[in-house]
Nanobody, 119 residues
Framework: VQLVESGGGLVQPGGSLRLSCAAS????????MSWYRQAPGKERELVAG????????NYADSVKGRFTISRDNAKNTVYLQMNSLKPEDTAVYYC?????????????WGQGTQVTVSS
C-alpha cells in the first residue's frame, strides 16, 4: 500500500497550491479519502474528506470556501486545491484512505507534504 503526496511548497499569503495523492495497493474506488494537516505543536486535524464515488464532501470550518477536495478514480488520485492561503494553513498535509475489507476497517496514511504560507 502506498499513498504518495506531492505539490507542497512555499507560497505567499493569498496564493494557491494543489496537492495530489497517488494511491496504490488497495481498492481506491471503494475508499473514502481525506486530507489532514498537522502544524508544529498542534494535533493532526481533518481538513477535508470525500466519499468513495466523490458524491459527498466535507470540510473543516477553517477552510470552507477556500479549499476543494476532488478525486479521479481512474487515476487513483485525490486532490486538494487550496486557494486564498493564509499563514495559519502552514502545516504538514497528509493523505488518508479509509475503508473496509472483509468487515475489517483499514486506515492508510501518506508520508506528508509540507505547505508553508509566508511572505
Amino acid at each position: 500500500v502506498q499513498l504518495v503526496e506531492s505539490g507542497g511548497g512555499l507560497v505567499q499569503p493569498g496564493g494557491s497550491l494543489r496537492l495530489s495523492c497517488a494511491a496504490s495497493g488497495f481498492t481506491f474506488s471503494r475508499s473514502g479519502m481525506s486530507w489532514y494537516r498537522q502544524a508544529p505543536g498542534k494535533e493532526r486535524e481533518l481538513v477535508a474528506g470525500i466519499s468513495s464515488a466523490g458524491g459527498s464532501t466535507n470540510y473543516a470550518d477553517s477552510v470552507k470556501g477556500r479549499f476543494t477536495i476532488s478525486r479521479d478514480n481512474a487515476k487513483n488520485t485525490v486532490y486538494l486545491q487550496m486557494n486564498s492561503l493564509k499563514p495559519e494553513d502552514t502545516a504538514v498535509y497528509y493523505c488518508n484512505a479509509m475503508g473496509y475489507r472483509m468487515a475489517t476497517r483499514y486506515d492508510y496514511w501518506g508520508q506528508g507534504t509540507q505547505v508553508t504560507v509566508s511572505s
